[in-house]
């Protein structure tokens, strides 16, 4: 992957009197940060022989290992909830994996998923159980250390739902400099489908990097998501609700004088309803 953009946000830092970055995911081939892990998920694949994957998701990962597998010719399965919105099944389908639209929820498809890559031998690439996808995201840590050379940031804010993301973050971060890693998470959302439920499937690392870091895990309402996307869309940022989580919580925390990045993960292009219900009429 080559490196994002890490861009100052010149009106929100005046607002919320803290120097406000942003690292643009939205970017990526797909439009956001998974496409780092499925990169090194492909490279892990090929090396190990694997000409089959199996992923759960709530649909950035899904949608971009199904883009970025097939090059490789490696063939996709993917486990969704029946609950998932039809934009993001749609999205999906222009990729062709294997859908396999399962009826519960998104820890169903999770387990379903882990029992058919057993059955079927194929690689799972699921949160939970794959370095992979940590090594993925430490580049973004890495890229933020470098970008932030002179002046190292005092926070890093992550949308939060598995907790790879900033777990990974974290790995390629901390030798360089040492930020406090705030996990943005949405314990009940509508408008946050990408990281609702706060679902912990790497849940130890999670941990064990907010604890290393003096960190803080705050929770975000809709109300709350919906305001950050419209700011940030007055920034030039066009981000899904569930990524604006993270301007959210620097306004939560109530910091004064302080250097925060806020991980945008993803564009709101890729899912237009919710966008839609955040910014309103
Ligand atoms: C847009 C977006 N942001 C953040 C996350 C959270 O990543 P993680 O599950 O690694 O905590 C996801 C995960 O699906 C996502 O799609």
Known sequence: VYPTPLVRLDALSVKYSNEIYAKLETVNPTGSHKDRESLQLIRDMIKKGFKSAVIASTGNAAISLSALAPASRIQVHVFVSRNIAQERLNLLSTFKPTLHVIEGSYDDAVKMSNEFAADEGAYLANPGHNMAKLIGDS??????????????????????????????LWMGLNKNSEPAMVAAIAR??????????????????????????????????????????????HE??????????????VKKIRIKGKSVVVVITGSGLKFMESYKMAIGP
């Open 139 to 168: 580049g973004m840590g890495r890229e933020i250390a470098k970008q932030m050379k002179r002046s190292p940031p005092d926070y890093v804010v992550v949308p939060t739902n598995n907790g790879t993301l900033l777990a990974g």
């Open 236 to 249: 030039g940022i066009l981000c899904e609700p569930a990524s604006a989580a993270g301007l959210a919580a």
């Open 188 to 233: 009940n959302s509508e408008l946050m489908s990408s990281i609702a439920g706060y679902h912990r499937h790497d849940g130890t690392q999670l941990d064990r990097a907010i604890t290393e870091s003096n960190g803080i895990v705050v929770d975000i309402s809709d109300r709350e998501a919906a305001r950050a996307t419209y700011e940030l869309l």
